[in-house]
């Protein structure tokens, strides 16, 4: 699409003038008639000027002013279009209103600094903070451990759970730390940790 609109907008200023140009050709009272055995005439015409070269490079620039204006609004147009598409929903609309100076001033003044997808992935990347930030306070200030067996909240130290008096923690027989009921060793003191008897 922008391919298009770019080749649409060279033809434009290519074809443009060259149709100004034979519009003016095609005029009879645009051509001046030269009589060829007139050796005045054939002397002058020889003879460089550098002045009548100005005039007709300006006599071929201006057909094309109006061609470039007229190409450049829709440019400005096309732009403004695809620029709206991809920071508002209603880029169709702001592309029909900068035909207009005024309009397409304004939109320059009001566009969003940024677009849909760049807002999108802003948003995600401040909630994925916020979850990480909730989730590293939680676990380093409002750490919960409960119990495997009934589900109830306990604490770190607890020995065994209140509700269901399931065996939480083991004590080291030597140094008395509160030890997992799988270690058969003691990580601080390094004694060897036996299983009570059943019914101990």
């Keep these: 699409m922008k391919k298009i609109i ?18 003016v050709d095609g005029d009879p009272s645009a051509v001046d008639t030269i ?24 006599d071929t620039l201006i057909p094309m002013v109006p061609w470039a204006l007229l190409a450049s609004v829709i440019f400005i147009a096309m732009w403004v279009y695809f620029d709206a598409s ?5 880029g169709w609309l702001w592309g029909i209103a900068s035909l207009l100076v005024v309009p397409w001033l304004i939109y320059l003044a009001c566009r969003p600094p940024y677009t849909i997808e760049e807002m999108k992935l ?7 903070r916020r979850i990480e930030k909730e989730y590293y306070q939680y676990v380093l200030t409002k750490e919960k451990y409960i119990c495997g067996v009934c589900g109830t909240p306990v604490q770190p ?10 065996e939480l923690k083991k004590v080291c027989p030597s140094c008395g730390k509160l030890l997992d009921p799988e270690w058969h060793i003691c990580p601080y003191c390094a004694s060897r940790i036996t299983d009570r008897p059943k019914g101990a």
């Design 6 to 23: 770019v080749l649409a907008f060279v033809a434009m200023m290519v074809f443009g003038p060259v149709v100004n140009v034979l519009a």
């Design 35 to 58: 009589q060829l055995g007139d050796p005045k005439v054939s002397e002058t015409a020889s003879e460089p000027d550098f002045f009548s070269s100005i005039a007709k490079f300006f």
């Design 86 to 90: 991809r920071r508002t929903n209603y």
């Design 122 to 128: 802003n948003e995600a990347d401040t909630n994925l």
């Design 157 to 166: 130290d607890y020995q065994v759970c209140p509700s269901c008096y399931k």
